[in-house]
């Protein structure tokens, strides 16, 4: 596997970029390298390791740099995680020429995660429509396979902006 992270604007998708390919095939290129990942990824410290139409996997770790004052992993990093591998998963069904926005999600934590613990991420999409899409995922310990965290999100689809 060969992703690669944005380390500055240049090296971001481009709209040709997005318009040029349909969600998956996007998403894909990302996997194989041949577009970059998101800095958030590297400055969380999670990786795109699976995609498929559908259903997309993240694998990661909270750094010491997620942790909040009480020294637990912050929720943010919870939500994030999810956040991403749920808007992956829409953004693999959406067709070529359009474009996903979050509009809302939600995320349940069932118990916390520590430092340095590695986790899988997974989604699913439930509903992909014309405007809308809706997906589920959680967050399971890699070694133990426990749930940490579940979620869901609702997308807007839209039309890319022109150029």
Not at 63 to 80: I, K, Q
Not at 94 to 112: F, H, M, S
């Amino acid at each position: 596997m060969s992703v690669f992270f944005a380390k500055t604007p240049d090296e971001m998708a481009t709209l040709d970029d997005l318009r040029s390919r349909s969600g998956l095939e996007f998403v894909q290129d990302m996997l194989a390298g041949k577009l970059a990942c998101a800095p958030i990824a590297r400055t969380l410290n999670f990786t795109l390791t699976e995609v498929s139409e559908g259903q997309v996997a993240f694998e990661g770790a909270p750094t010491f740099d997620a942790l909040n004052p009480m020294s637990g992993v912050h929720g943010g990093w919870y939500g994030a995680l999810l956040d991403s591998v749920l808007g992956c998963a829409v953004m693999t069904i959406v067709p070529r020429g359009r474009v996903y926005t979050t509009l809302e999600y939600k995320v349940n934590i069932a118990r916390a995660i520590t430092p340095g613990q590695k986790v899988r991420a997974t989604s699913q999409v439930d509903h992909g429509g014309r405007s809308t899409a809706v997906a589920h995922g959680e967050i399971r310990g890699i070694e133990d396979g426990k749930l940490y965290a579940k979620g869901s999100t609702t997308c807007l689809i839209m039309d890319a902006p022109p150029a």
